[in-house]
């Protein structure tokens, strides 16, 4: 009895050991050199393709020691129960944005159960790529550079304990993805770098976004259209352009954004704290059910936007009212500092005023020599709640 007892419990908890007991398929037997110069690709995809088709939980290892890698896909869909991409390596791309015929660096596609860990670093070494994109001042006449990471029809995901350096444009995409958890990341690049988004998010369903440094050049998280559920806690942002959501309107059938928490998280020197923008003359649309709580602001620009009339560098006519319909949506117990007179703004479209704005325990103290603050909402008549400084004045 007791024999048998424990042979079960053996078998058992060699079962839960499963991870640990993955097989693991190291680059260096494929012929991987850390010496920083040789391209890693070749050896990459070929222990990416034996890892895939194990049958056993499997791990492609990418040890200690500085590695070249020219842009790959890793594809699967794969044999094994579960795939775990361990970097604990410096991965260095090509500097020069020429040498790159796609529109990622390392992609991961069509793969359910991939973990991406490993303590190490992927630097997308970006200098080149920033001096000439254009992108911003010209968007339908530029070469996007390569976004370091993307996450392409991938489900249950996890990715963890790695730094992303200096991408060339954004550092993780995720598109058309569910159930992916984001944990324990850096994300840095100078804040004068062009178009490196921390993570953008499209399309995709059920991402956890926590605990993560995020210090770049753009938007900290952008979320694009067709994202629900999706939650971000102890998030610290800046340098950078702030968490947004949008911009959303610039085309025809662009799915809803639902469900959006943002939570415990802190702004440093950043352009924006929380944002939702939205293209004037647009399509129809919506983005509902957003919370913004418990957030501190140190020294934003604007901590609290809403701006239905999103339109840089003047690329588009204010003519027409967006008609992205905002409704549902929550900010609660925001304090510190705002560097405009305008800490909370709610610039509603006419064409498709808000519904349901809730606000309240603001405490946002305007650093600046500019005269008394105050906050303002037009298109909506916000309810209210708790403290209100600066005065909230509806328009
Ligand atoms: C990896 O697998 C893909 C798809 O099965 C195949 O096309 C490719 O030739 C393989 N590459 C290597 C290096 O084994
Ligand atoms: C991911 O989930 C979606 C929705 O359930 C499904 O259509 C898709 O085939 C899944 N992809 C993979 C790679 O498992
Ligand atoms: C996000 O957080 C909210 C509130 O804490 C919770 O109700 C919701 O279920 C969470 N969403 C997901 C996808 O976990
Ligand atoms: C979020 O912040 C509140 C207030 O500071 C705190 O009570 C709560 O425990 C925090 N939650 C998390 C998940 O960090
Ligand atoms: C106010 O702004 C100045 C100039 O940007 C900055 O140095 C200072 O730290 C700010 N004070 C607070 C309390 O945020
Ligand atoms: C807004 O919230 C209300 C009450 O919770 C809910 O009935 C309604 O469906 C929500 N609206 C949207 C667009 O999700």
């Not at 993307?150 to 444009?169: E, P, Y």
């Amino acid at each position: 009895m007791d024999l048998k007892w424990n042979q079960w419990a053996l078998s058992a908890l060699f079962l839960l050991a499963g991870v640990a007991e993955a097989t693991v398929f190291n680059v260096k037997n494929y012929g991987a050199h850390p010496d920083g110069k040789t391209d890693i690709r070749k050896a990459l995809i070929s222990a990416w393709n034996d890892s895939c088709e194990s049958i056993q939980p499997s791990t492609v290892l990418i040890p200690k020691g500085t590695y070249l890698l020219g842009p790959v896909v890793l594809k699967g869909p794969c044999k094994t129960p579960s795939i775990e991409f361990q970097v604990q390596g410096l991965v260095q791309a090509p500097p020069d944005p020429a040498s790159f015929k796609t529109d990622g660096w390392i992609g991961f596609q069509y793969i359910d159960g991939l973990t991406v860990s490993g303590g190490g670093t992927f630097d997308g070494q970006g200098h080149k790529a920033w001096t000439i994109n254009n992108c911003a001042a010209n968007p339908h006449n530029c070469r996007m550079p390569p976004i370091s990471l993307r996450f392409d029809f991938v489900n249950n995901t996890m990715i963890r304990d790695i730094t992303s350096l200096n991408s060339k444009n954004f550092h993780i995409n995720i598109f058309q993805s569910n159930d992916l958890t984001l944990k324990n990341l850096n994300i840095l690049a100078p804040g004068d770098s062009a178009n490196t988004d921390g993570i953008h998010i499209g399309d995709s369903a059920r991402i956890h976004i926590t605990d993560i440094v995020i210090a770049t050049g753009d938007d900290c998280i952008s979320i694009g259209p067709g994202t629900r559920n999706v939650n971000v806690t102890r998030v610290i942002c800046g340098p950078g352009h702030g968490i947004s959501i949008g911009s959303l309107g610039m085309y025809k059938g662009e799915a809803e954004v639902n469900g959006v928490f943002v939570k415990n998280s802190t702004f440093i020197n950043t352009q924006n704290g929380v944002r939702i923008k939205t293209w004037p003359s647009s399509p129809v649309g919506t983005a509902s059910n957003i919370v913004f709580e418990d957030l501190i602001m140190n020294n934003v620009f604007n901590p609290v936007i809403l701006d239905q009339e999103y339109c840089p560098h003047l690329k588009c006519t204010k003519h027409n009212p967006s008609l992205v319909k905002l409704s549902n949506i929550t900010i609660n117990k925001i304090r510190g500092t705002s560097l405009s007179q305008l800490p909370v703004l709610i610039a509603c479209s006419r064409g498709a005023p808000c519904e349901n704005v809730k606000i309240g325990n603001i405490n946002l103290k305007y650093n600046g020599t500019e005269g008394p603050a105050q906050s303002t909402s037009s298109n909506v008549k916000p309810i209210l709640f708790g403290q209100q400084i600066p005065p909230f004045i509806n328009i």
